[in-house]
């Protein structure tokens, strides 16, 4: 359990075995369901496999964000430029580049305050969400809407993937390390 303020939330981690279909539109449920409860996200634009054709859109985009990020001095011109891509959530067009990238990239998360509330690796194979009660209903109904078993989600940790190997003693333990400004990472003068 994870407690933030007064909404506790609880852990779902994606099970095995779901289609590659499955998989995408599980990704993409709940994103949407945590969407309004996500203060901040970041993506990689890496993957395990070829992007699909249909994301490379989202792909470009995403590196753009980068750049555009390094431009406004955000982002360390030194920084392995397709890894921890900010994405503002409120911002549509950001959100749909996440919602494309989110099932085939090495690695994505949203915070809410300091908490972690999803994390999705390893090419779509690990997807863990912290939701409250209201939006486990709501993450469920609309798997039933996409056709997909609502028990696509569980509460077991299943095996292998970043996610699984994150969590140690029964719990996730996933804590976000301060960001330094943009003035905080240059290097010194002499």
């Known amino acids: 359990m994870i407690s933030h303020g007064d909404d506790s939330r609880h852990e779902l981690f994606l099970r095995e075995g779901l289609d590659a279909v499955d998989v995408v539109r599980a990704h993409t449920a709940a994103l949407r369901v945590l969407r309004s409860s996500i203060e901040s996200a970041h993506v990689d634009a890496y993957s395990d496999v070829a992007w699909p054709q249909d994301v490379m859109p989202s792909y470009e985009q995403a590196l753009c964000l980068a750049r555009n990020a390094v431009v406004s001095g955000t982002r360390s011109a030194r920084a392995d430029p397709g890894m921890g891509i900010d994405i503002d959530i409120r911002d549509d067009a950001q959100f749909e580049v996440l919602l494309a990238l989110a099932p085939y990239t090495i690695h994505a998360e949203g915070w809410l305050g300091n908490q972690s509330i ?15 009660a209201a939006e486990e209903v709501e993450l469920r109904s609309q798997l039933d809407t996409l056709g997909i078993a609502r028990m696509a989600f569980t509460a077991e940790c299943p095996g292998g993937g970043r996610t699984a190997r994150a969590r140690q003693g029964g719990r996730i333990r996933l804590t976000r390390a301060r960001r330094r400004s943009p003035v905080e990472r240059r290097p010194a003068q002499s």
Not at 118 to 132: P, R
Request: cysteine-free; charged content about 15%; glycine content about 6%.
């Open 118 to 132: 999803f994390s999705m690796d390893d090419t779509g194979t690990a997807l863990w969400v912290a939701v409250t």
